[in-house]
Every structure is written in structure tokens, then in C-alpha cells.
């Protein structure tokens, strides 16, 4: 029945992949299923016949789809059923996007949509990886024009070594986690989050990636060429030349005048009645070419950028490795608990940071072992950043990924949740875009941050190099390229960082791939820019984190109880923590491991919690003074209760300095009063004394006087 059905075996980074094709979904113009270890995704690709009409863009889509039955849970939604796409899906798909995208013929317009699906999933190989190689091999097996295939690869850095696709227990103590993309011959995708990797040593590990990734493309090209159908002609979308060159003649003059402004409005400004005179003369001669127009005048400009560059010109007149005119400030907002604004140019991001109970962890319902996450940051960029007229709906996979690279960048400075019991939200609000809005929100969120009072282990700022590629195969890189230069340009090669080395990269190119020089080059100008925006504008306007956090953000403790006392804490139907909170009005979390967090705005009410949770977890220290309640009296003295179930007995002879003839005549049920422990016997009964402690009080008034 299934006479098509192949399978080819090889293996990566030491682990067995194996790809089976011909036997499931046989509409699709490519299919397969790979198998890295027990994990299993399957690609599906599919062409529309005909081109779609108007657009002068290729019309890819990509989407890696998360099943929970791959991991063996059922969906927590109301439905019980997968709904929109995770944060996590949405990068990867744009982890696939980026590479695959460029290889595509530039003037076909046919529909093309790759849909990855995750069946099952071994932790220790990751699922994003195999989509990627299935992806690859469907693309190339089907009869869809594409430039591949490619390949990519985890590289991770554990104990001082450079790992590929490291397993679970490798991730636990990774301090690298970069995901390379390449062909045969270059580098086509970077992503990578790092603890302040050295750039050599940033260098050599793509650089043992494509190692790697060369075998696998090899793999896929001896499949394609056993099994892959012969590409199907297209209708080019490609511009008349003649056509090009009559508009050059005709606005090339005035194209170059208008480009010619550092001021994003003032650009458009004059290139709008460039735009009506050429729709003017042509719109008649070309009625349903109006895309074709708009693509002869996007190339033009495009012509025009490109040469300036090689020549050394850039269009706001700056020098090929200056950075534009840079500005940060922070405390720019009242009441909330950090706020900071980076303005690069026209590009202006403010980013304002919140610090709430470690319970405000974003909880996360994917595949892989991470569950909730102490730091989020959000980046927005609504249509007023850029002059534009459109309705909010909320963010798109652009603004996620923005988002995530700026979280990536950051995550590596921030200090342990031991250290510093929060969980903290940055939200990057773009009020201005010009480019590089995501390297302007990593720098507007460390001034957030430090303006928060978050100690963080060093500043981080994000600058980008651009690319200019020629056909003679010569190229040159600049640095701090603005929205014209990423739009014209073959790359957009993103770098944040400390002055110690990389936290993040986020690489978008427009060719068919990077040289190892290239991307050194990339390396070399982002450090130096780097090192400049920390030094002369973000310490200048904060030079050290704040000492404490603001008034209005809770006041964070923490402590540690062993776990078999957890119950006893908490109390019978969480009695003993709900007390505890109301009195001392304060939020309590507990963790499965012991870990307490204890929240409140007044910081001596949270520590009173805390001292009561440890007195109950722990035996009380003799000598300490306790703010206890009286909760029972006898002949004999009082019982004194200085934390919930914990009580002991002040003998009549310890209520007081003077000879006490009755307990009644110096306290009653529910008096508050101090007591100090003197003695605890060996069947674990408390022996308290009020006549001590306020002894003992009164010296230490009399020491501070």
C-alpha cells in the first residue's frame, strides 16, 4: 500500500536521526517525519498553484505547532484542547522563518506555508532543532522552488566546553544556549542567549556548529536528490527592467534629494509626491500593476541606500561606524517602581519595571521542562511609533520576539531569587521607532531596572551591525543602522551585552547567508559601540543601581524551613499562614522545597512574619526576646503564646521586676506582652521570662542614649 514509503538514517551530534517520507500526508507538496532519539516532528509544506495578486512581498507563513500530548498532558485551557501559540512556538517558528526565508526565489509570490508538528518529545532532544531539520527536508523534497537546504544546531557551554544539542542534564548547568542555522557554505540564522560569552569564544562556537550542521546538510541533499520532485515553474513577480530604468530617469534625481535626511518625517514627506507623480503617469498605462510600481520604487531607493553606503555615505550624514546622537534618563514616572527612557535618533524606547511576590511568576503550559518564569519582559510598539494610523490587537510574533530578545539579554545579570526575592515585569513601550527599537528596549530596561533598585550584576546595553553585499562577493559592515539602512540592507545582526562579554544575539539577513568574517566584523563593532553607550550615556545618567527599592513596591523576605515543618507552618487548612498574614498584613508563599517568600509594604511588619514562621519552624533561640500573646493563666504563672503553636509558661515569680501576688494583676487573656526564652527541656517545654526581657530592654535603651 504504501510503495513510496522511505526511510533514511544518519546520525547528529552523536545521536540517531532517522527520516521517513512517502507514507503520510500525500496532498502536501512535502512531507516527512524525523525522528532525533524519541523525539518526533513532522513537516508538512504546501504551495498555492497561482500567485497571490497585489502583494509585492513573498508570501511565506510558518508555524511550529506545540501538541501536549507529545510531553503526555492534557491542555489546562477551559477547552481541554491547544489554543493560540505559545511565546515559545512563536520564536521558534521564527527560528525557521529567518533561515529558510532568503533561499526562496525574491519574485515568486505564490503562497508557501510550513507547518511544523510536534508528535513526541524526548527532553534531551530538543523538538525545535528536529522541526527545523524537517522542515529542510520537506522543502527540499518537494517540488516547490527553494535555494536550500540548511540545517541547524544547539551549541551549549558546560564545565568549559562547547556541547552540541545538549541533553537535560547538560542545560541544567549551560551558560551558553545559541541556536545556529546554516547551508552548505555560511551562516544563515543566529539566536543566542549567553552569560556574558567572550566574542571569540562566541566565535568558535558557531563556528563548531556549522561544523556539524555541514554533515546534516550533506544528509538532506543526498535525500533530495533520491527522492525530491523537480521544482514547478512560477510566474515571476520581477520587476520590468524597462520600466525601472524609465522611473529611474524620471524621479532617480528626486529620489536621492528626498533620501537624503536624517528626519524619518521629513523623508516621507518628500518622497509622497514622488509616489503621486509616478502613480499619476503610469497608473493609466499599468492599471492592475499599482504592486509593480510600488516594488520599482522600493528598489530604486533601495539602489540608491545601498550605493551611498559603499561609498562611505550614510543618508543622515553620519561616518560608517558612528552611532547616532544617543540620550538616557530614568525616574521619568511617578509611583511605579522603576522607569528609565533610551533614546537612540528618532528611535525612543521607555521601559517601566515592576516588582511584585515571587507567586507573580509568569506560569508557562509547554513542552519542555520549564514551567514558570520569575522575569518577563513585554515590548509593545504601537502604530503612533512610527507616524502610522492602525488599531491596538495586541502583540504580534514581531513584538514577541522583541520581547524575548530583550529577556535573553538580560536574564544573565539579574540576581539569584535568593538574593533578591521578586519576580519582576518590564514592559518596553516604543514611543519612537526608527530602528533597533529591540536593542533600545534591552537599554531602557537595565535603566528601569537599576532605577528599580533590582541589583543587577552588570549593565547590559544592545546595538546592531548592518550589511551591504555586492555580487563580486565584497561586502562592508556599519554599525547602529537606522530604519532605512535595516530596510535596504542584507542584515540586521543585533548584539546585547556588559562590558564582559554577550548575554544575546538576534541575527536577521536578507542573503543567503555570512562568513565567518563577516560576522567578526559584526562582533567587533558592536563591542566597541557597546562599551561606548554604557560609559558615556547609561552610567552617566545612573552610574550604580539604586540602594533600595521604591516605597511604593512591596517590601520582599525571604527564609528557608526545613520541609517536614511546611504543614506546621501552614496550619490545619492554612489557619496558622492566614493568621500570620492578617496580623502582620503581609502576602506568604511557600515552595514545595521550603523556599518562604514573605511580601508587604512595610518592611518591619514582613520581618515580624518571617520571625514568627522561623520560630515555629525552628526551636526558639534562648536568650531572644519575643513579642508573644497570653492565651491561658494559672495559679502559677501564664501561658504565652510566641508563635502559632508554640507556646510557654512565665511563672508568676518572671511576670514581673516586683514579687507578683496574683498572675490576674499583671496580665489577662489576649495582653500582648515580651517575653525573653531562658529555657527549653529536653521534652521540648518553654520556659519564658517577662521580668528578663524587660530587663533586658531597658539596658539596650539606656546603651543607644
Same mark, same amino acid.
Given at each position: 500500500?504504501?510503495?513510496?514509503?522511505?526511510?533514511?538514517?544518519?546520525?547528529? !551530534?552523536?545521536?540517531?536521526?532517522?527520516?521517513?517520507?512517502?507514507?503520510?500526508?500525500?496532498?502536501? #507538496?512535502?512531507?516527512?517525519?524525523?525522528?532525533?532519539?524519541?523525539?518526533?516532528?513532522?513537516?508538512?509544506?504546501?504551495?498555492?498553484?497561482?500567485?497571490?495578486?497585489?502583494?509585492?512581498?513573498?508570501?511565506?507563513?510558518?508555524?511550529?505547532?506545540?501538541?501536549?500530548?507529545?510531553?503526555?498532558?492534557?491542555?489546562?485551557?477551559?477547552?481541554?484542547?491547544?489554543?493560540?501559540?505559545?511565546?515559545? !512556538?512563536?520564536?521558534?517558528?521564527?527560528?525557521?522563518?529567518?533561515?529558510?526565508?532568503?533561499?526562496?526565489?525574491?519574485?515568486?509570490?505564490?503562497?508557501?506555508?510550513?507547518?511544523?508538528?510536534?508528535?513526541?518529545?524526548?527532553?534531551?532532544?530538543?523538538?525545535?532543532?528536529?522541526?527545523?531539520?524537517?522542515?529542510?527536508?520537506?522543502?527540499?523534497?518537494?517540488?516547490?522552488?527553494?535555494?536550500?537546504?540548511?540545517?541547524?544546531?544547539?551549541?551549549?557551554?558546560?564545565?568549559?566546553?562547547?556541547?552540541?544539542?545538549?541533553?537535560?542534564?547538560?542545560?541544567?548547568? #549551560?551558560?551558553?544556549?545559541?541556536?545556529?542555522?546554516?547551508?552548505?557554505?555560511?551562516?544563515?540564522?543566529?539566536?543566542?542567549?549567553?552569560?556574558?560569552?567572550?566574542?571569540?569564544?562566541?566565535?568558535?562556537?558557531?563556528?563548531?556548529?556549522?561544523?556539524?550542521?555541514?554533515?546534516?546538510?550533506?544528509?538532506?541533499?543526498?535525500?533530495?536528490?533520491?527522492?525530491?520532485?523537480?521544482?514547478?515553474?512560477?510566474?515571476?513577480?520581477?520587476?520590468?527592467?524597462?520600466?525601472?530604468?524609465?522611473?529611474?530617469?524620471?524621479?532617480?534625481?528626486?529620489?536621492?534629494?528626498?533620501?537624503?535626511?536624517?528626519?524619518?518625517?521629513?523623508?516621507?514627506?518628500?518622497?509622497?509626491?514622488?509616489?503621486? !507623480?509616478?502613480?499619476?503617469?503610469?497608473?493609466?498605462?499599468?492599471?492592475?500593476?499599482?504592486?509593480?510600481?510600488?516594488?520599482?520604487?522600493?528598489?530604486?531607493?533601495?539602489?540608491?541606500?545601498?550605493?551611498?553606503?559603499?561609498?562611505?555615505?550614510?543618508?543622515?550624514?553620519?561616518?560608517?561606524?558612528?552611532?547616532?546622537?544617543?540620550? !538616557?534618563?530614568?525616574?521619568?514616572?511617578?509611583?511605579?517602581?522603576?522607569?528609565?527612557?533610551?533614546?537612540?535618533?528618532?528611535?525612543?524606547?521607555?521601559?517601566?519595571?515592576?516588582?511584585?511576590?515571587?507567586?507573580?511568576?509568569?506560569?508557562?503550559?509547554?513542552?519542555?521542562?520549564?514551567?514558570?518564569?520569575?522575569?518577563?519582559?513585554?515590548?509593545?510598539?504601537?502604530?503612533?511609533?512610527?507616524?502610522?494610523?492602525?488599531?491596538?490587537?495586541?502583540?504580534?510574533?514581531?513584538?514577541?520576539?522583541?520581547?524575548a530578545l530583550a529577556e535573553r539579554a538580560l536574564v544573565p545579570v539579574l540576581p539569584s531569587v535568593e538574593e533578591f526575592p521578586y519576580a519582576i515585569r518590564c514592559v518596553s513601550e516604543v514611543l519612537s521607532s526608527n530602528g533597533s527599537t529591540s536593542q533600545g528596549s534591552i537599554c531602557g530596561s537595565t535603566l528601569a531596572l537599576m532605577d528599580a533598585g533590582v541589583p543587577i550584576k552588570e549593565p547590559v546595553a544592545g546595538i546592531s551591525c548592518g550589511l551591504i553585499t555586492k555580487e563580486d562577493g565584497s561586502w562592508m559592515t556599519m554599525v547602529d543602522i537606522q530604519g532605512l539602512e535595516d530596510f535596504y540592507g542584507d542584515m540586521d545582526f543585533k548584539v546585547g551585552g556588559t562590558k564582559n562579554g554577550i548575554t544575546a544575539i538576534q541575527v536577521d539577513i536578507k542573503v543567503d547567508g555570512l562568513t565567518m568574517d563577516i560576522i567578526a566584523s559584526a562582533f567587533e563593532k558592536t563591542r566597541k559601540a557597546r562599551m561606548y553607550i554604557l560609559d558615556e550615556i547609561m552610567l552617566k545618567a545612573i552610574p550604580e543601581v539604586r540602594p533600595e527599592v521604591s516605597k511604593w513596591a512591596p517590601k520582599m523576605l525571604s527564609t528557608k524551613v526545613p520541609v517536614d515543618k511546611i504543614r506546621e507552618v501552614i496550619g490545619s487548612g492554612g489557619k496558622v499562614i492566614q493568621k500570620i498574614s492578617a496580623e502582620c498584613d503581609v502576602k506568604i508563599d511557600i515552595s514545595e522545597d521550603g523556599n518562604v517568600f514573605v511580601s508587604g509594604l512595610d518592611k518591619e511588619k514582613a520581618q515580624a512574619a518571617i520571625n514568627i514562621i522561623n520560630t515555629i519552624a525552628n526551636d526558639p533561640e534562648i536568650g531572644a526576646i519575643y513579642k508573644g500573646k497570653v492565651v491561658r493563666i494559672m495559679n502559677f504563672g501564664a501561658f504565652v503564646e510566641i508563635a502559632p503553636g508554640k507556646d510557654g509558661l512565665v511563672h508568676i515569680s518572671k511576670l514581673d521586676k516586683q514579687r507578683v501576688e496574683k498572675v490576674e494583676d499583671v496580665v489577662s487573656i489576649g495582653d500582648e506582652i515580651v517575653v525573653k526564652v531562658m529555657e527549653i527541656d529536653d521534652q521540648g517545654r518553654i520556659n519564658l521570662s517577662r521580668k528578663d526581657a524587660l530587663a533586658d530592654l531597658a539596658k539596650r535603651a539606656a546603651n543607644k542614649e
Open positions: 500500500m504504501f510503495e513510496n514509503a522511505r526511510t533514511f538514517e544518519t546520525t547528529y !551530534a552523536g545521536r540517531p536521526v532517522v527520516v521517513e517520507t512517502g507514507k503520510t500526508c500525500g496532498l502536501a #507538496n512535502g512531507s516527512c517525519w524525523v525522528r532525533y532519539g524519541e523525539t518526533v516532528v513532522m513537516a508538512n509544506v504546501t504551495a498555492s498553484k497561482k500567485p497571490r495578486e497585489g502583494v509585492d512581498f513573498f508570501p511565506l507563513s510558518v508555524d511550529f505547532e506545540e501538541k501536549m500530548y507529545a510531553v503526555g498532558k492534557i491542555p489546562g485551557s477551559f477547552t481541554k484542547r491547544e489554543g493560540k501559540a505559545s511565546d515559545k !512556538a512563536i520564536l521558534t517558528s521564527r527560528c525557521v522563518d529567518r533561515p529558510i526565508r532568503p533561499l526562496f526565489p525574491k519574485d515568486m509570490r505564490n503562497d508557501v506555508t510550513v507547518v511544523m508538528t510536534v508528535l513526541a518529545v524526548d527532553p534531551d532532544n530538543s523538538p525545535e532543532i528536529t522541526g527545523m531539520i524537517a522542515a529542510a527536508i520537506a522543502i527540499s523534497i518537494s517540488d516547490i522552488p527553494w535555494n536550500g537546504p540548511v540545517a541547524s544546531i544547539n551549541v551549549g557551554y558546560v564545565d568549559g566546553e562547547l556541547v552540541l544539542n545538549p541533553t537535560l542534564e547538560q542545560r541544567a548547568n #549551560n551558560k551558553l544556549n545559541l541556536t545556529v542555522a546554516g547551508s552548505a557554505e555560511k551562516i544563515v540564522m543566529i539566536e543566542a542567549g549567553a552569560e556574558e560569552i567572550p566574542d571569540d569564544l562566541m566565535l568558535k562556537a558557531i563556528e563548531t556548529g556549522h561544523t556539524e550542521i555541514k554533515k546534516m546538510v550533506e544528509f538532506i541533499k543526498g535525500i533530495q536528490k533520491e527522492i525530491g520532485k523537480p521544482k514547478f515553474e512560477f510566474e515571476s513577480m520581477e520587476v520590468d527592467h524597462d520600466l525601472f530604468d524609465e522611473i529611474e530617469a524620471m524621479v532617480g534625481e528626486d529620489v536621492k534629494k528626498a533620501l537624503d535626511t536624517d528626519d524619518k518625517n521629513i523623508r516621507d514627506a518628500r518622497m509622497q509626491p514622488i509616489y503621486d !507623480a509616478v502613480h499619476e503617469k503610469y497608473d493609466e498605462q499599468y492599471p492592475d500593476q499599482g504592486a509593480m510600481l510600488e516594488e520599482v520604487l522600493y528598489k530604486l531607493q533601495k539602489k540608491i541606500v545601498r550605493n551611498w553606503l559603499y561609498e562611505g555615505k550614510r543618508v543622515d550624514g553620519r561616518g560608517i561606524d558612528e552611532i547616532r546622537p544617543l540620550a !538616557a534618563e530614568v525616574g521619568v514616572l511617578p509611583r511605579v517602581h522603576g522607569s528609565g527612557i533610551f533614546t537612540r535618533g528618532q528611535t525612543q524606547v521607555m521601559t517601566i519595571c515592576t516588582l511584585g511576590p515571587v507567586s507573580d511568576a509568569q506560569k508557562l503550559d509547554g513542552l519542555d521542562e520549564e514551567t514558570s518564569k520569575r522575569y518577563m519582559h513585554q515590548y509593545n510598539f504601537p502604530s503612533y511609533s512610527v507616524g502610522e494610523t492602525r488599531p491596538s490587537r495586541g502583540p504580534g510574533r514581531r513584538e514577541i520576539g522583541h520581547g
